[in-house]
Every structure is written in C-alpha cells, then in structure tokens.
C-alpha cells in the first residue's frame, strides 16, 4: 500500500465557505429581529456548537471503540473519522465565549432568585457557576487533548513502520474509552439537561449520546460518497458503505428506543416534575417534536431497512443529509424549550402567559447552516494533514478485503 494523500477540492472549499457565509447573513438576521429575545439567540448558539462538537467527539469515539474491539474492517475509513475528531478543538474554543456571555440566558439555576427555589437549592451543591466551570474546563481540555493524541499517534504511524504506534493506541483508546463513558453523560447533563432544572432523566446520557453517535455515521457515509466521488478511497467499497449504513440503521432505531423509554415512563408515573418536561413540548413545539421522530426514526427505519439500500449512494446521500438535520432538530427541542419558558417568565406573569414561542427561523436555520460550512471546512481541511490510508496499521490487508 502506498501513501494517498489528499486535497481538499474547490467544489467542496466552495460548499463549505457558501454554507458558511449564507448561514451567518441569515443568523445576524435573525439577531438583529430577535435582540429583545437573548434567550432565543444564545440557546440556538448552545445547541449547535454542543451538537457539532459532539458529532466530532463521537468520530473519535468511534476510532477508539472499533480500536479496542481489534476490528480492521474500517481502518479504510479510519482518517475520516480522526478528520471529524479535528472540529472537537474548534468547538471547544467556540462553547467558551458562548457559556461565558450567554449562561444567564440559558440556565434558570444561575439567576439570582433560584435562591428561594426549594429544588434548585437542593441542587446548588452540584448546579453552582464554579463546579459548573470546572468541570466544562475537564470536559474541553480532556476532550481536546485525547483527539490530539489518538490522531497524533496515528499519523505518526504513517512514517514509522512496526507495531508500537499500533500498541500506543490501544492504551489511548482505553483511557479515552473511561473519559469519554463518563464525561458525555455528564457533559449533556450540565450542557442541556440543567436547562429544565427541576426535570431529570436517568437515560439523557446515552439518549444524547446515541443521536450524536447516529449523525456521526451520516457524516462518515456522507464523506465516503463525496471522496469516491472525486476519485479518492479506491480500495473502500460497497461493503464499507453498507457496514456504516447499518450503524446508521441500527443507532436509529436505538434512538427511538431511548426517545420512547424515556417519554413512556414518564407519562405512565404521571409525575408533575416529570411531564412538565413533555408537556412544554407537546404545547408548544408539537410539529417538531413529532416531526424529529419521523426524521430520526421513521424515515430510517423504512429507508435504511433493506440490505440493497445501505449500497446504493443515492438513498444513502439523501438520508445522510436527513439524519444530520433530524438529529440537530432534536439538540434544538432538547434546549430551547427550556430556556424560552424559563425567559417567559422573566417577563411576568400576564406576558408569560401570552408568551408565543418562537419556532425554527433565520436564527434557528443561520445557525445550523453556519456550523455545517464550518465543520465541512474544518474537517476536509484535516483530512488534508495525513494521508487517507494508514498503510502501516497491522490490519489494513484485512480492510481491503473486507466483504459482508
């Protein structure tokens, strides 16, 4: 095997930058029409940089999992996974400035008035500014750390033949593996589930998890067909594609699993604290908190069923792109409901009780298409660093005859 090295094509620079540059006129638009709801601004900010950091956390995730599972079947596509993994720096920087200037408009808990809130004081000793702090410091640092040293060590293997690169990321893998277990259920409840601070679910770790897990994959299958498509990746086939396909397949319906666990025992314990949390959504957002099941579940579900159609580029293309939005979709339901209804009544009651919640506009729509140009610019920019094929890894024979 030799070295494939890569160039980032100017149709996909030009898609990167347009996305970006369309998406930022559209959310100063909609800065600019909703200054007298910061709420709404800084929350939409919050969701899509948590959601994009996480699909890139979830690349590296996935290098590390199918690493210690000794599998060799994707070591092909292993570089686009560690390219994803490239955006976790960028979104770390990114969340600073967002938590530092937008945390009074999004978490409830730090206004000075929870105070006199029984809950919120019984939560104060874990929902406080300074451990808050602390612990997002771990989460970047370490999140950040560990893709610039699994990736590190893998590029390095490119020029050092033998073994010890290859040994040196198991030990990654492992550390980051226990890291990562507990940091992305922790990380989702301070990032989003303290946004409802008198509501909690034992399963939000893994539900956030997952529906960052399944985009992940999209976006993997998405850069195999856009590669092949300029004439790279030749020794990755149909087979890799259907094999990311079933994960796409298999996590959705995971997802929906979680989504439906959590909402039927909820509803079933009929718990005030509990349902409020549906019912700010049922009332206010019924078409996209339905609407994301069809993006995430039902339409994978019917699409992605068939073997056929996990091979075939045109389907996968089409709920590639589906899947990312449903999940960002449901990063968004999972935020601003929350921060809208704490905001609402902030304005008083009669106004709270007039209240209309804002649905998906410039801001909502600038944000997301402003964060797909820049995570597509970032991470072809760091598929350019290595070479496409790690040629030294021990099982890259094994990739290239991989059949299902």
């Known amino acids: ?61 996935f290098v ?22 490239g955006f976790v720096k960028v979104g770390s920087v990114i969340m600073i400035p967002i938590l530092l200037f937008g945390m009074g408009y999004i978490y409830h808990w730090t206004d000075p008035h929870a105070a006199s809130d029984p809950i919120l004081v019984g939560k104060s000793a874990y929902l406080n500014k300074p451990f808050f702090w602390l612990r997002t410091i771990v989460y970047l640092v370490g999140w950040s750390a560990f893709a ?12 050092h033949p033998g073994i010890k ?8 893998s492992a550390v980051f593996l226990l890291f990562f277990g507990v940091t992305s259920s922790t990380s989702a409840w301070d990032f989003l589930m303290s946004i409802d601070p008198h509501w909690f679910s034992t399963l939000f770790g893994w539900y956030t998890f997952i529906s ?13 067909i856009t590669l092949k498509s300029f004439g790279y990746l030749k020794n990755v086939t149909e087979e890799h594609l259907h094999d990311v396909g079933k994960f796409m397949f298999a ?9 439906f666990s959590q909402h039927m025992l909820i509803w079933y314990a009929n718990i005030p604290e509990e349902t409020i949390y549906f019912r700010d959504r049922w009332d206010n957002y019924p078409v996209l908190f339905f609407g994301a099941v069809v993006l995430n579940f039902v339409f994978p579900l019917l699409v992605l069923i068939s073997r056929g159609a996990k091979r075939r580029i045109q389907i996968m293309f089409i709920a590639c792109l589906v899947i990312i939005f ?11 409901p929350g921060a809208q209804k704490a905001f609402a009544h902030t304005l008083g009651h009669e106004a709270a009780h007039h209240f209309q919640y804002p649905g998906l506009g410039f801001l909502e729509i600038g944000a997301f298409l402003a964060f797909c140009g820049l995570f597509t610019t970032v991470v072809f920019w760091e598929l350019s660093k290595a070479s496409l094929v790690p040629v030294n890894h021990p099982y890259i024979k094994e990739s290239i005859i991989h059949h299902t």
């Open 64 to 85: 590390a999992s199918q690493t210690m599972g000794y599998n060799g079947w994707f070591v092909l596509i292993k570089r686009i996974c560690e390219a994803l993994a």
């Open 326 to 336: 449903g999940h960002w979709l449901d990063f968004y339901l999972m935020a601003m």
């Open 165 to 172: 690169h290859y040994n040196s990321s198991l030990t990654l």
């Open 148 to 159: 610039f040293l699994i990736v590190k060590n893998s590029r390095d293997h490119d020029s």
């Open 212 to 224: 960052t897990f399944v985009a992940s994959m999209a976006v993997v299958a998405l850069m195999i």
């Open 251 to 259: 996590f959705s319906v995971a997802w929906a699993y979680l989504w």
């Open 1 to 61: 095997m030799q070295l494939e090295s890569f160039t980032t094509p100017a149709r996909v620079k030009s898609v990167g930058l347009g996305l970006l540059v369309i998406g930022l006129i559209m959310f100063v638009i909609g800065v600019v029409t909703n200054l007298d709801n910061p709420a709404r601004i800084w929350t939409t900010l919050l969701a899509t940089n948590h959601y994009f950091l996480l699909v890139g956390l979830a690349g590296l995730f």
